[in-house]
């Protein structure tokens, strides 16, 4: 059913859908990324038909499986900032990560979960159609960072344990997000986090498609009365969210060079980017800039219009 409709919809014969899924984990193209922790990560790049049936697969039939409230990765309206607000009133903070997170999806948990899934959402899967979705979604075998279907299949495979843990932290009391493979657990009195990690091993386990692991190396306890980064958001002691002094100190960096014309393009464009976020997190930052540098120059910046010479201003 699947493949006829994507043939139909896509006016690409059956043949050559079969043809593309059975050389899939060879379409890609390899490449390593600098981490902010140090090291490098495999970046595995699908090719353009190949991706394009992924965001076809995910908009068809991922995206009418369920996904929990607590994920705050990879959905419209979320994000990391809305991800550190629900944070942002506690006190206390434990970050916790999973090891290797794409890749610890397995082809056949990936199939399997997306044929049960379909069938209690009322899709009739051929197995044809399965082969066909684990071909296309997974590489060698496992989910990859890369591929734009990735972050849609892992939300709704961890619905379960979002659930669960989402249902155990409400009745102490506390807050739990989940942005990818970052979880965060906070609460507002000491003492009340004690004992988090071992439910969060206790309902990993107990779902049958997870296979993770936490990364201890990247534990963390965070508190009020120290900096508490929430997916790259400083939760401050006041209880109020920011991007931190190093930030700060890059855009002004950043826009003094604009300003004084040596900048390239790419530092351009990410400065903008920059900015935008700096200023959907913490929008008073914006008027210490304005302060700075004069409104005319910063409502350029916000517009992009970078073509319009800053010397006629």
């Not at 899709?123 to 979604?137: A, C, K, P, T, Y």
């Not at 910046?301 to 006629?312: E, H, K, T, V």
Request: with cysteine; charged share 25%.
């Amino acid at each position: 059913m699947l493949i006829e409709l994507l043939s139909r919809t896509a006016k690409i014969p059956e043949s050559k859908l079969l043809s593309l899924a059975e050389s899939a984990s060879r379409r890609y193209k390899i490449y390593t990324i600098p981490k902010r922790t140090g090291g490098e990560r495999i970046i595995e790049h699908p090719s353009r038909e190949l991706k394009a049936i992924q965001r076809w697969i995910v908009r068809a039939l991922i995206n009418r499986f369920p996904v929990h409230e607590s994920a705050t990765a990879y959905r419209k309206g979320t994000g990391i900032r809305a991800n550190a607000e629900r944070h942002r009133k506690t006190k206390f903070t434990n970050r916790f990560d999973f090891s290797n997170f794409f890749p610890s999806f397995s082809q056949a948990r990936v199939v399997q979960y997306i044929g049960e899934q379909a069938t209690s959402v009322g899709i009739e899967l051929s197995e044809r159609d399965l082969e066909f979705i684990g071909n296309i979604v997974c590489r060698n075998g496992k989910l990859t960072i890369g591929a734009p279907s990735s972050p849609a299949i892992t939300n709704t495979m961890m619905f379960e344990f979002d659930r669960r843990m989402h249902e155990v932290c409400h009745a102490k009391g506390l807050v739990y997000t989940r942005y990818a493979d970052d979880l965060f657990v906070s609460s507002f009195e000491p003492g009340q986090l004690d004992g988090i990690e071992k439910v969060i091993i206790e309902n990993k386990r107990v779902v049958p498609h997870l296979w993770l692991k936490l990364n201890h190396e990247k534990t963390a306890y965070l508190s009020k009365k120290y900096r508490r980064v929430v997916t790259g958001i400083v939760v401050t002691p006041q209880h109020t969210l920011s991007i931190g002094r190093e930030r700060k100190r890059e855009i002004k960096a950043l826009i003094h060079r604009w300003v004084n014309q040596d900048i390239d393009a790419t530092s351009l464009f990410y400065l903008r980017g920059l900015f935008s976020f700096a200023i959907d997190i913490e929008p008073d930052f914006e008027l210490r800039l304005i302060e700075k540098y004069g409104k005319k120059q910063i409502d350029l910046l916000r517009s992009g219009a970078f073509d319009i010479p800053l010397a006629m201003f």
